[in-house]
């Protein structure tokens, strides 16, 4: 795994930590019960299975938002 892939993933999620809940980052990512909570609370590193797993999802997420944003606009 590229270290650029953990550092934006980490600074990502370190950015937004006040709208995401820990639960509902696992439940999205499938990762196991308090993952998420102890990468917030406690700074415990992701592994690079679960940093390339959120790396894809936080990648589909910004593609789905700038699709919905280029129809909208193309329909303004």
Do not use: C
Request: positive net charge.
């Amino acid at each position: 795994m590229k270290e650029n892939r953990r550092f934006i993933v980490e600074s990502w999620f370190r950015e937004h930590k006040d709208i995401f809940k820990g639960n509902g980052v696992d439940r999205w990512l499938n990762l196991p019960n308090g993952t998420m909570q102890k990468f917030f609370k406690y700074d415990i590193a992701l592994n690079n299975r679960r940093i390339n797993k959120a790396y894809r999802e936080i990648t589909k997420l910004i593609a789905h938002f700038e699709l919905l944003k280029k129809t909208v606009e193309k329909d303004e």
